[in-house]
């Protein structure tokens, strides 16, 4: 069954569609959190607190939107609460993020050297990423880690698809400038 149809047996109190829809989106969500800076426990509280109020949500399908861009909007909703509570506008990325990055560095170095130059690219990446603005970081962890398309992050967010499209591409020029001294062909 398809996660529209499960919601909309949910609204009507079906338990046993909310727990299929538990079991599918409790790791991608924890990890939504997690990745976005939460530490674990705060990503674990903040994945409890999704599905309760999940569970007694009003939804409705719409041709536009899927169950999908419904739950990273709440789950973006609710990472905006918990950072404001926390007095900052700081997200910080989880580290794995920057692992395709270290395809970049030339193989023909020798090992420690290629190891520490993947090491301060990382480094390097992960301050990048911190420096972002608050809603450019919560567009790209849409578009990486929750792997939505321009029109799904536009509709999580509240975003226009050419806002998304203008973030993205400010977010990547930004981070492709700070990593430059990275590329084999720079």
């Not at 299929?20 to 674990?44: H, K």
């Not at 918990?82 to 395809?103: K, P, W, Y």
């Not at 321009?150 to 400010?170: D, H, K, M, N, Q």
Request: hydrophobic residues 35%.
């Amino acid at each position: 069954m398809d996660d529209n149809s499960l919601m909309l047996r949910i609204v009507k109190g079906d338990r046993h569609a909310f727990r299929i829809l538990v079991d599918r989106y409790q790791g991608p969500m924890y990890n939504f959190f997690l990745r976005s800076g939460c530490i674990p426990e705060d990503a674990e509280d903040l994945t409890q607190q999704l599905f309760i109020k999940l569970f007694s949500a009003s939804y409705k399908t719409r041709d536009n939107a899927t169950f999908r861009t419904f739950i990273y909007r709440m789950a973006t909703n609710l990472l905006i609460d918990h950072t404001r509570r926390r007095g900052s506008d700081r997200l910080v990325f989880d580290s794995d993020l920057s692992g395709g990055l270290q395809d970049q560095i030339s193989s023909g170095e020798s090992l420690p050297d290629r190891d520490m130059e993947a090491t301060q690219l990382q480094e390097r990446y992960m301050r990048a990423l911190d420096a972002l603005p608050r809603e450019w970081k919560i567009v790209m962890e849409l578009r990486v880690t929750g792997e939505l398309n321009y029109r799904e992050i536009a509709e999580s967010t509240g975003l226009s698809v050419p806002a998304v499209e203008s973030i993205l591409f400010r977010a990547r020029e930004r981070l492709g400038r700070e990593l430059k001294e990275f590329r084999k062909d720079s």
